[in-house]
């Protein structure tokens, strides 16, 4: 079963201009979760989208935005591109319930590394 | 669910075991996972606590004490493999399934 696949895999921008990082979760999740990694603040929310609809959001700009299709993929987009913005953009999915492990297990994928200049 | 506080760095040697803690806030805790991180790579589940005691998974094992606010990974008969970053992360209460609270890592290095 293929995992989840994020592309990307690495860009380079400069300060001003805008990226969208895709991300495709593991068949039948319908629940993705993106997550910002720097090595100052770790992992930190920045959305989660299910059933197309954006369900939490995390403490970010509005530069910041993102969206789930119908066949659950799902894009973000960072318009105007700051140095701070460089980061590991992880996506993750997962079944939205508690499994048999009595978790909602999310699974990650490698991430898109963006660096910004 | 915030405040996820664990050690930045540790060192062990192989066939050692090592003890990563982590402390939480426990007001709204509604379960604690623990995930491993090679570099470059995805974080991979490792394993969920809700309940107090300890869950053993082969060579890894994991405790929660909710009245403390404390979990740690137990690593045993460490391998050069294990070395890689250890992640905590918290489920808040009331929030939603995908949205973990994580701490910044404990960088394990495993030496032979």
């Known amino acids: 079963k293929a995992g989840v696949t994020q592309t990307p895999r690495y860009l380079i921008k400069t300060r001003g201009q805008q990226v969208t990082l895709s991300c495709s979760p593991i068949?039948?999740?319908?629940?993705v979760s993106w997550y910002q990694q720097t090595p100052g603040q770790g992992l930190q929310f920045l959305f989660e989208?299910?059933?197309?609809?954006?369900?939490n959001k995390g403490n970010f700009p509005g530069r910041f935005s993102g969206r789930q299709f119908s066949n659950s993929r799902s894009e973000m987009n960072v318009s105007t591109l700051e140095l701070g913005d460089s980061a590991l953009y992880l996506c993750?999915?997962?079944?939205?319930?508690?499994?048999?492990?009595?978790?909602?297990?999310?699974?990650f994928g490698a991430g898109s590394r963006l660096t910004v200049l | 669910g915030q405040n996820i506080d664990q050690p930045t760095e540790m060192t062990a040697t192989e066939g050692a075991i090592v003890q990563i803690n982590c402390t939480y806030q426990?007001?709204?805790?509604?379960?604690l996972f623990w995930y491993q991180q090679h570099a470059g790579e995805a974080p991979t589940f490792l394993s969920y606590?809700?309940?107090?005691g300890l869950e053993e998974k082969g060579r890894f094992s994991s405790f929660l004490s909710r009245s403390k606010g404390y979990s740690y990974l137990l690593l045993k008969e460490l391998q050069m493999k294990d070395s890689a970053s250890y992640l905590c992360?918290?489920?808040?209460?009331?929030?939603?399934?995908?949205?973990?609270?994580f701490g910044r890592g404990t960088q394990l290095t495993v030496w032979p």
């Open positions: 068949s039948g999740h319908r629940s």
């Open positions: 989208y299910f059933s197309e609809t954006q369900r």
């Open positions: 426990t007001s709204g805790f509604n379960g």
């Open positions: 993750a999915s997962s079944l939205n319930r508690w499994g048999p492990s009595g978790a909602n297990v999310l699974t």
């Open positions: 606590n809700v309940l107090d």
């Open positions: 992360a918290e489920v808040g209460r009331g929030s939603t399934l995908g949205r973990l609270y």
